[in-house]
């Protein structure tokens, strides 16, 4: 009788437990199997039931096998999944340890290019002896285009106080005789055959003023390249901070203002040198 209820239970939990394993319940499956009762060679049940019971164990064996799989699957994908998270955390880290980057150097260049190109101007515009610099950047409306005229001809000295333009086009005398005549220095040239002449008048009052104005001009057009810079590199700090906190970007922004404002002084050291120059003739 024992041996036939201990017989009634397996079926029982072998039954379960297939049911259990079909269902996708391998976890189930296995704790089920884990309760079947074990016979070893001493035990008193008949070999017909120990052989029925080994049979039944070699069925669920798959079973068994693959709720151990399934187990240390869930275990693995979990630990993966974790170290994934892991990785992700570093990353983040990484990203967030990252210094943004923004180089001032070509915003910097810039700036000289106009200080530069502003020496360059103030250099033409001189008392007494008669220099080409004094018209050759005077810009002369050509075909359409916009040109120096030392691209318009060659200037030279004629003696000191008159400027010749030996025109490369001849056409051209007309445009760089209304660019000249048109300047902040009121100069009178004239036109003849392939020259243009510029008589320089003696140095008045009057025309120290009107050389101051033209410097102011020129002050005027190197601010405005230096703004442009400013503003490019602003941009580019807007850019690089755009993931970076407040502070971080308003500091850089102060650095590269004082790099500005260094330039602008340079403008304006230029001028007032250039100024206290030209007055130095006022008679």
Do not use: C, D, F, W
């Given at each position: 009788m024992a041996t036939t209820t201990r017989?009634?239970?397996?079926?029982?939990?072998?039954?379960?437990?297939?049911?259990?394993?079909v269902r996708g319940c391998c976890a189930a499956a296995q704790?089920?199997?884990?309760?079947?009762p074990c016979w070893n060679a001493g035990s008193h049940a008949s070999s017909s039931v120990q052989q029925v019971h080994q049979q039944d164990l070699l069925l669920l064996s798959p079973f068994q096998g693959f709720a151990a799989h399934y187990a240390k699957g869930k275990g693995?994908?979990?630990?993966?999944k974790h170290k994934a998270v892991e990785e992700s955390e570093d990353e983040d880290a990484a990203a967030e340890a990252e210094e943004p980057e923004f180089d001032p150097v070509p915003?910097?260049?810039?700036?000289?290019?106009?200080?530069?190109?502003?020496?360059?101007?103030?250099?033409?515009?001189?008392?007494g002896r008669a220099q080409p610099g004094l018209i050759e950047n005077i810009l002369v409306d050509a075909h359409g285009e916009h040109m120096p005229v030392k691209a318009c001809g060659t200037v030279t000295v004629?003696?000191?106080?008159?400027l010749a333009v030996s025109l490369y086009d001849a056409e051209l005398g007309g445009a760089v005789v209304?660019?000249?005549?048109n300047s902040p220095l009121s100069l009178n040239p004239a036109h003849e055959g392939n020259e243009v002449l510029v008589q320089l008048p003696r140095q008045t009052k009057d025309n120290i003023?009107?050389?101051?104005?033209?410097v102011a001009v020129e002050a005027e057009g190197a601010h405005q390249s230096i703004r442009r810079a400013r503003q490019k590199g602003m941009d580019a700090i807007k850019k690089a901070f755009k993931a970076a906190s407040a502070d971080d970007k308003k500091r850089t922004e102060k650095e590269f203002q004082k790099l500005h404002d260094q330039f602008v002084a340079d403008i304006e050291r230029l001028i007032k040198l250039k100024d206290a120059e030209l007055r130095e003739h006022v008679h």
């Open positions: 017989l009634l239970q397996v079926r029982s939990l072998l039954a379960l437990a297939r049911a259990a394993e704790v089920l199997t884990s309760s079947l693995s994908k979990k630990g993966g915003y910097q260049r810039l700036m000289e290019q106009a200080i530069e190109h502003l020496q360059h101007e103030l250099a033409g515009v001189r008392t004629r003696n000191p106080q008159l209304k660019a000249i005549r003023e009107k050389m101051i104005k033209l």
